[in-house]
Each structure stands twice: as structure tokens, then as C-alpha cells.
């Protein structure tokens, strides 16, 4: 296993366990369920945990596939800051969730604006993984890039110069 595979396997958990964690909070507030809450809260620490290593793995990856075809140095650097931010941006909801569970434990009043608060980080943050996604999708996956037209993923990399059974 590879650092670019190491990368890909890891790059989705942090994403994913803050979508989870933002709607177990929504679900958690929803239902005034404090264990509920307490879970999500459990999932933005652990998504920050998760994204070290996401990140430590990218530089790996990147030295693998920059020399592929259709693999641009724009698109590594914009993954790679947006990435960097991510990172930072996860760090900081998981610093919250952290003060968050701490303050539950010792006050529910101040908690309550502590939950509101972690849930808005939780959003932001969540839209920012969304793009940091997507650029990096964006490196390995042609069809899904800006500009990307209908022709040009169906015709594939050949441009449609493959010749099919129909054609005859």
C-alpha cells in the first residue's frame, strides 16, 4: 500500500465523520437528547484526530500521481491549501467539542450556547470540507472538473476516436 492509497483511504474520514457528527447534533437537538449531542461531539473530536493523518499523506500522494496524465500542478496546490485550511478549520470544531463536552459535564447552562456554537462551526466546516472534496477529486477525476463538458466525458480520454460495434 502506497501513500497515495494510505491517502485515499483516509481523506473520507474526516469529511464523513464531521457530516455525521453535524446531523447526530441536529438529531441530538432535535430530540433535547444530551447523549445524543455528546456523540456528535465525540465524532468532531475524532474527525479532527482523523484529519492528521489525511493530511500527513497527501505530500506521499502527491509525489505519486503528479507525473500521471491529466494530473496539473494547479490542481495538487489548490487541494493542498485548501486542504491545509481544512485542517485547521477541523482542528478548531474538534478544540470545541472538546470545551463543549467539558463545559456539559460541569454546566449545562453554558453548555447550551456551547452546543449552538460547535453546531455553527460544524456548518462552516462541513462546507469547507465540501470543496476541499471536491478539488481533490478534482485532480484524478476529469468529468467532474470546472469547465468539463458532457462530450468530453463521454468521448473519454481517446476523444471518441474508438471505433464501436455501432458504427459499422
Known sequence: MNQAHLHLLLNHLPILGTLFGLLILAGGF?????????TAMGLFVLSAILAIPAYLTGEGAEEIVESLPGVTENLIEAHEDMANIFLWMVGALGLVALATLYTDLKSKKAASMLYALTFAAAIGTMVFAQRVGASGGEIRHTEIRSGATAAAVENGPAGGQEKSDDDD
Open 30 to 38: 432535535f430530540l433535547k437528547n444530551d447523549a445524543v449531542k455528546r
